[in-house]
Protein backbone atom coordinates (compact mmCIF):
# COMPACT_ATOMS: atom_id res chain seq x y z
CA UNK A 1 0.00 0.00 0.00
CA UNK A 2 2.28 2.64 -1.48
CA UNK A 3 1.17 6.26 -0.25
CA UNK A 4 -0.54 4.65 2.92
CA UNK A 5 1.05 4.10 6.47
CA UNK A 6 -1.73 3.01 9.13
CA UNK A 7 -0.67 3.19 13.02
CA UNK A 8 -3.36 0.88 14.75
CA UNK A 9 -4.28 1.48 18.37
CA UNK A 10 -5.07 -1.69 20.47
CA UNK A 11 -5.10 -2.30 24.35
CA UNK A 12 -3.98 -6.49 22.72
CA UNK A 13 -0.85 -7.01 21.60
CA UNK A 14 -2.02 -8.05 18.00
CA UNK A 15 -3.59 -5.55 14.94
CA UNK A 16 -6.86 -6.45 14.11
CA UNK A 17 -6.66 -8.83 11.33
CA UNK A 18 -7.78 -5.82 8.89
CA UNK A 19 -5.35 -3.70 9.58
CA UNK A 20 -2.55 -3.68 6.60
CA UNK A 21 -0.51 -1.50 8.70
CA UNK A 22 3.29 -1.19 8.83
CA UNK A 23 4.04 -1.18 12.38
CA UNK A 24 2.58 -3.92 15.76
CA UNK A 25 -0.28 -2.78 17.45
CA UNK A 26 0.56 0.27 19.61
CA UNK A 27 -0.81 0.43 23.05
CA UNK A 28 -2.71 3.52 23.94
CA UNK A 29 -0.88 3.98 27.32
CA UNK A 30 2.22 4.29 25.54
CA UNK A 31 2.94 7.55 24.27
CA UNK A 32 6.62 7.33 23.38
CA UNK A 33 5.63 3.94 21.38
CA UNK A 34 3.47 5.44 19.38
CA UNK A 35 5.48 8.96 18.60
CA UNK A 36 7.96 6.37 17.44
CA UNK A 37 5.65 4.18 15.28
CA UNK A 38 4.62 7.25 13.73
CA UNK A 39 7.51 8.36 12.61
CA UNK A 40 8.47 4.71 11.25
CA UNK A 41 5.14 4.58 9.73
CA UNK A 42 6.28 8.27 8.43
CA UNK A 43 9.59 7.78 7.16
CA UNK A 44 8.58 4.62 5.28
CA UNK A 45 5.95 6.66 2.77
CA UNK A 46 6.90 8.46 -0.65
CA UNK A 47 8.60 12.07 -0.10
CA UNK A 48 5.90 14.75 0.66
CA UNK A 49 3.11 12.36 -0.62
CA UNK A 50 1.08 10.63 1.59
CA UNK A 51 -1.19 10.04 4.15
CA UNK A 52 -0.98 8.51 7.87
CA UNK A 53 -3.67 6.62 9.36
CA UNK A 54 -3.84 6.37 13.25
CA UNK A 55 -7.09 3.91 13.75
CA UNK A 56 -8.91 4.15 17.27
CA UNK A 57 -7.26 7.22 18.52
CA UNK A 58 -9.99 7.65 20.96
CA UNK A 59 -8.35 4.74 22.91
CA UNK A 60 -6.02 7.45 24.01
CA UNK A 61 -8.16 9.24 26.24
CA UNK A 62 -9.03 6.01 28.02
CA UNK A 63 -4.99 5.67 28.57
CA UNK A 64 -3.49 9.31 29.13
CA UNK A 65 -3.95 12.41 31.12
CA UNK A 66 -5.67 15.07 29.48
CA UNK A 67 -2.50 17.77 28.65
CA UNK A 68 -0.18 14.67 27.61
CA UNK A 69 -3.15 13.66 25.04
CA UNK A 70 -3.51 16.97 23.88
CA UNK A 71 0.60 17.55 23.56
CA UNK A 72 1.08 14.22 21.54
CA UNK A 73 -2.29 15.30 19.48
CA UNK A 74 -0.18 18.68 18.08
CA UNK A 75 3.28 16.33 17.97
CA UNK A 76 1.28 13.95 15.96
CA UNK A 77 -0.59 16.33 13.65
CA UNK A 78 2.63 18.64 13.52
CA UNK A 79 4.41 15.86 12.42
CA UNK A 80 2.08 14.61 9.37
CA UNK A 81 1.72 18.54 8.39
CA UNK A 82 5.83 19.77 8.70
CA UNK A 83 6.82 16.32 6.04
CA UNK A 84 4.08 17.07 3.78
CA UNK A 85 1.63 14.13 4.41
CA UNK A 86 -1.76 14.22 5.19
CA UNK A 87 -2.85 12.70 8.55
CA UNK A 88 -5.98 10.74 9.68
CA UNK A 89 -7.39 10.00 12.99
CA UNK A 90 -10.14 7.98 13.70
CA UNK A 91 -12.21 8.99 16.60
CA UNK A 92 -15.67 7.14 16.74
CA UNK A 93 -17.82 9.85 18.04
CA UNK A 94 -19.53 7.54 19.98
CA UNK A 95 -16.42 7.10 21.52
CA UNK A 96 -14.31 10.23 22.00
CA UNK A 97 -15.00 13.19 24.70
CA UNK A 98 -15.87 16.89 23.34
CA UNK A 99 -12.35 17.48 24.71
CA UNK A 100 -10.41 14.91 22.70
CA UNK A 101 -12.39 15.81 19.61
CA UNK A 102 -11.69 19.72 19.89
CA UNK A 103 -8.43 18.99 20.45
CA UNK A 104 -8.11 17.52 17.15
CA UNK A 105 -10.24 19.49 15.30
CA UNK A 106 -7.85 22.78 16.88
CA UNK A 107 -4.80 21.23 15.10
CA UNK A 108 -6.53 19.80 11.79
CA UNK A 109 -6.77 21.06 8.55
CA UNK A 110 -10.92 19.82 8.92
CA UNK A 111 -12.84 17.53 10.79
CA UNK A 112 -15.10 15.07 8.83
CA UNK A 113 -18.37 13.20 10.94
CA UNK A 114 -19.09 10.01 9.64
CA UNK A 115 -23.09 10.68 9.73
CA UNK A 116 -22.27 13.93 7.28
CA UNK A 117 -19.99 11.91 4.89
CA UNK A 118 -22.91 8.56 4.99
CA UNK A 119 -25.69 10.62 4.05
CA UNK A 120 -23.50 12.41 1.36
CA UNK A 121 -22.79 9.16 -0.31
CA UNK A 122 -26.61 8.72 -0.67
Not at 2 to 30: C, F, H, M, Y
Not at 48 to 72: H, N
Request: glycine residues 4%; contains cysteine; charged residues 25%.
Amino acid sequence: MDGIGIVPLSASDVAPVDTPSQTKAINPSDPTALSVAYTETLESLPDDDGWVVCERAALLELYLEDEILKRLIKHLTDRAAANGYRGIYELGSDSASTETIQAFEDTTDRSVNSSTVDSNLH
